[in-house]
């Protein structure tokens, strides 16, 4: 990975030692005023998938459910008296292919060390991450700018398993600034991509996603939080010596929170037909002390 990388250092330190935020800390008032000038037309559209009952983690496998939706109470079972009531319990994963989530800077190690330097195995334990947990992301709001590649290449999606660079992106998205979200649409959702065989091992398949040089563009220009429709990585990844190199650039090195399999496709025809690239993003994570990620239900508004 150093082909893409070379020493590996980026932002460790750069907003003190004691830094749990990472480049989050770039997306401050001035963005976030930046992001609210921009707004047009108000219109407001969810960049989240469903979660239904039974979603799997990966690709599906006997036991890999990611998500369950269980009532319990509803109409029924407690008829009596004059108010009744329903709840429900959600039981999720943070991770995985198929949830719309925020992985936090926690969430990776790599060489034994997380964001910061810091010895990775301090970082988390048994009972959550000890620095850097998802709560350091709570909230998200700042200026965001999306990458369509499909439109750019003149395709309604990415064959499965491309990479896409540093070159790409700064076609894609030249007015991306310090303290932007970089949001990359491959056409994911209405593109098949083809499963890993059931007894190879694979959880990831063929899936488009981020080149690791495509990190030089996020550093180059500050950006603050990465989005994607897929996993972050393009799978199979790119090198031979880290099997989540986007991941690890991003989280590890850069201390850019991550956002995956976000729904992009209504926000891409909504800002092609304003002849616009920029919107408002707001990321509200689940406030989970120790989390080293949260599902998410971003929001663009335009």
Do not use: K
């Not at 749990?20 to 000038?37: D, I, Q, S, T, Y």
């Amino acid at each position: 990975m150093d082909t893409f990388w070379p020493g590996l250092g980026a932002n460790w330190g750069r907003w003190g030692d004691e830094d749990e935020r990472g480049a989050l800390n770039l997306a401050g008032p001035e963005r976030v005023r930046a992001a609210a000038g921009g707004v047009r037309t108000g219109r407001a559209i969810s960049l989240t998938r469903p979660l239904r009952n039974g979603l799997p983690a990966y690709y599906p496998r006997a036991g890999d459910t990611a998500f369950e939706h269980q009532m319990i109470t509803w109409w029924g079972s407690n008829a009596g008296g004059d108010v009744q009531a329903a709840s429900d319990r959600l039981t999720s994963e943070c991770h995985g292919l198929e949830i719309t989530h925020m992985d936090a800077l926690s969430h990776i190690g790599h060489r034994g060390r997380g964001y910061g330097g810091r010895d990775f195995a301090s970082m988390t334990g048994p009972d959550g991450a000890a620095r850097c947990d998802i709560t350091a992301a709570v909230p998200v709001v700042t200026r965001a700018v999306l990458a369509d590649i499909p439109r750019l290449r003149g395709v309604e999606h990415l064959p499965a398993g491309t990479a896409v660079g540093h070159d790409e992106l700064a076609a894609a998205a030249p007015g991306l600034g310090p303290g932007d979200a970089l949001i990359v649409r491959t056409g994911r959702w209405s593109a098949p991509a083809p499963a890993p065989a059931p007894d190879s091992g694979d959880r990831y398949g063929h899936l488009s996603g981020l080149h690791p040089d495509a990190l030089r563009f996020v550093a180059d220009r500050d950006a603050a939080v990465v989005g994607t429709d897929g996993p972050g990585d393009a799978f199979p990844v790119a090198v031979d010596d880290c099997r989540l190199p986007v991941h690890v650039l991003a989280l590890v090195y850069l201390g850019v929170h991550l956002v995956h399999s976000m729904a992009l496709d209504e926000l891409a025809d909504a800002l092609a037909a304003e002849g616009r690239d920029d919107f408002m993003l707001v990321i509200g994570p689940l406030a989970v002390p120790g989390g080293t990620g949260s599902p998410v239900t971003p929001v663009a508004v335009l």
